[in-house]
């Protein structure tokens, strides 16, 4: 979190802005800091139609794992940064969107996370400068987590069921 306007260095203070508690510049430069949540794609990635392809990035605890996602840059498409991002982290490019599953509020990362359900095949090749490991999960046994992407995952199996 900053603590100094970034217009003319005086101290953040939070004060009510537009209706709401935010940080504010405590001079009269009229600085206001919103702290926008940051746009990040997901997507449960369907491997191979049995399984679902699940990622550890480096520096999570040994028994985490999640979806594959990443950040939305600049000038690009929701949906193709998800297909970027599955190249990226595990090197698949044999890849279909199903469909656009939601977006998904991640309040303790300040992430608002764009999320996909897609098809893939070909052979993994993990990109070992974002992620420590992968796994393959069969659907039947995949189970959400509460937070991040877990949502997502708990939507999708639900809708799976009927």
Excluded at 9 to 22: F, I, T
Excluded at 52 to 63: C, E
Aim: charged share 25%; with cysteine; glycine share 8%.
């Amino acid at each position: 979190m900053i603590k100094f306007c970034p217009v003319c260095a005086s101290p953040l203070e939070v004060k009510e802005a537009s209706g709401r508690d935010r940080l504010v510049c405590s001079k009269p430069c009229g600085y206001v800091f919103y702290d926008n949540p940051l746009p990040v794609v997901g997507a449960i990635v369907e491997y191979d139609n049995d399984t679902v392809v699940l990622t550890q990035n480096i520096g999570w605890p040994a028994d985490w794992f999640g979806l594959v996602t990443g950040f939305l840059e600049r000038g690009e498409e929701p949906a193709d940064a998800i297909l970027r991002e599955i190249r990226e982290e595990i090197g698949l490019t044999q890849v279909e969107i199903v469909e656009f599953l939601g977006i998904y509020t991640f309040y303790q990362r300040n992430e608002i996370i764009f999320t996909y359900h897609v098809r893939a095949t070909g052979d993994i090749v993990m990109d070992t400068t974002e992620l420590q490991a992968y796994k393959l999960t069969p659907i039947s046994e995949l189970r959400p987590w509460p937070f991040g992407t877990g949502p997502a995952v708990k939507d999708w199996l639900a809708k799976r069921r009927g």
